[in-house]
């Protein structure tokens, strides 16, 4: 039982590359997130998913998009980066609507923009 | 609009102290208050949480106590140790809508 997954664990961009990030859990989650951590701002939602082909805005969404087309991944990717965007990334998920706030995490993919 | 806010940022206890953390927040429609223990270079994990019916919740050396009309509520640690150094943050949980808010982190230092 893997639990969350992250790829990759690291990555460095240079300014207006795309990248995606890819979280996959094995745990048949409904409810999966994409925040950022960054110093001195705690964790912030970036975008989160409901369910299998569902995605919402959270805090913090430009810039980043989502997908969500398998129940088991939820995809984060940037289109164009920018240096704002070097932060660490955490994919986490939980069981149901309605839950009690228990978010599994992954251990995070660091990405720094150049 | 930071809907969590969290103090300190820092605190540094002694070995066998109580370390003591702080959240507010706006939203009454959140419904369930977790805390999360964060270690360097891992992801957070759940540490114990509470639902604002309940004033004070327990488990081993933590404790939530939670004040529905002022909106607040506290971690505090007892005896705390040096293994339990790392980042707390508290969280607010709307069931509703899965939406998990979090404060902006403790730091906690405890010195041997």
């Known amino acids: 039982n893997a639990g969350v997954t992250q790829t990759p664990k690291f990555r460095v961009l240079k300014t207006g590359q795309s990248m995606t990030l890819l979280c996959a859990q094995d745990?048949?989650?409904?409810?999966m997130y994409w925040y950022r951590q960054d110093p001195g701002m705690g964790l912030r939602l970036i975008h989160y998913?409901?369910?299998?082909?569902?995605?919402a805005k959270g805090e913090v969404p430009d810039g980043y998009n989502v997908s969500r087309l398998k129940k088991q991944n939820f995809l984060l990717g940037l289109e164009s980066a920018a240096p704002s965007q070097t932060s660490v990334y955490f994919c986490?998920?939980?069981?149901?609507?309605?839950?009690?706030?228990?978010?599994?995490f992954g251990e995070g993919s660091r990405l720094t923009v150049l | 609009q930071q809907q969590v806010k969290q103090s300190p940022q820092s605190l540094i206890v002694q070995k066998g102290g109580i370390s003591i953390i702080n959240c507010a927040y706006e939203?009454?429609?959140?419904?369930?208050f977790p805390w999360y223990q964060q270690f360097p270079g891992k992801g957070p994990a759940l540490l114990i949480a509470?639902?604002?019916?309940?004033s004070e919740k327990k488990e081993g050396r933590f404790t939530i106590s939670f004040n529905k009309s002022a909106k607040q509520f506290s971690l505090h640690i007892m005896d705390s140790q040096p293994g339990d150094s790392a980042t707390y943050f508290c969280?607010?949980?709307?069931?509703?809508?899965?939406?998990?808010?979090f404060g902006k982190g403790t730091k906690l230092s405890v010195k041997p």
């Open positions: 986490a998920s939980t069981e149901r609507r309605g839950g009690t706030g228990e978010l599994f």
């Open positions: 745990m048949n989650h409904e409810y």
């Open positions: 998913s409901v369910g299998e082909g569902t995605t």
């Open positions: 939203n009454t429609a959140f419904d369930y």
């Open positions: 509470i639902r604002p019916d309940v």
């Open positions: 969280a607010a949980f709307r069931g509703s809508q899965g939406n998990l808010i």
